[in-house]
């Protein structure tokens, strides 16, 4: 079965700082994966999506960016942290180019900029 | 553009009530699905149904239920019964393809808060 991994579970951050958030994917191959930010309340927000290694696309420009180094590995990184950058974090999968399928989430990484 | 509301932001009901949720969409599209998803306090979004726009026959799953009518671009969540462990927020999400590299985008509501109190 499929499973989904994201860590750290908890970060805590000074402003200015550099960030490094982390997500696997197990048992599926070439998945889609995206990174979503849940700010304080609710409500999500796609930041990024990747359907192949190396390919992204930014849904909202930001101090973050999103890499994909190997198939099922996805990351979400900042040179310098915003206040508003604290939140939380959610790593997701689809299967590859199957229309409409559902996303399977992570974990998630909660974030505190202070 | 596509677009899912929520418009109730927290309901709150006694053990074994019977509770709606309610999600309105739009959408331009014809061929397009729905979901829901339950996010307990431990933060973790929970897939819980999808819903393809040609399929309108409403669909039971345990205490769960869920009632799409396209004619009013709804998608409710019927929980019969309730209990304290169906506290969480629930969100409704409406699928948006991308056409250009194969993914697909979830629209999602704001999302409804449930408690269930004892």
């Known amino acids: 079965s499929q499973t989904i991994h994201q860590w750290p579970a908890t970060l805590v951050q000074p402003v200015g700082s550099p960030l490094s958030l982390e997500c696997t994917v197990e048992g599926t191959s070439n998945p889609n994966l995206y990174w979503y930010r849940q700010a304080a309340g609710r409500g999500l927000q796609l930041l990024f999506y990747s359907v192949g290694i190396g390919q992204i696309s930014s849904e909202v420009p930001q101090n973050l960016s999103a890499s994909r180094p190997q198939d099922r590995q996805f990351i979400l990184s900042s040179k310098k942290l915003l206040l508003s950058d604290s939140g939380f974090y959610l790593c997701?999968?689809?299967?590859?180019?199957?229309?409409?399928?559902?996303?399977?989430f992570g974990p998630g990484t909660r974030l505190t900029v202070l | 553009a596509q677009k899912v509301t929520q418009a109730q932001t927290e309901i709150s009901v006694v053990e074994k009530e019977d509770v709606t949720l309610d999600c309105v969409y739009e959408t331009r599209d014809t061929t397009y699905y729905l979901f829901w998803y339950k996010q307990p306090p431990s933060g973790e979004l929970v897939f819980l149904i999808r819903r393809n726009s040609f399929d309108e026959q409403n669909e039971i799953s345990g205490r769960y239920s869920w009632n799409f009518q396209k004619s009013t671009s709804s998608f409710n969540f019927t929980i019969t019964a309730s209990q304290v462990v169906d506290s969480a927020v629930y969100f409704c999400a409406l699928s948006e393809a991308f056409y250009q590299g194969g993914s697909e985008k979830l629209v999602f509501g704001k999302g409804t808060k449930l408690t269930v109190n004892p």
């Open positions: 997701a999968w689809s299967v590859d180019l199957a229309s409409y399928n559902e996303q399977f």
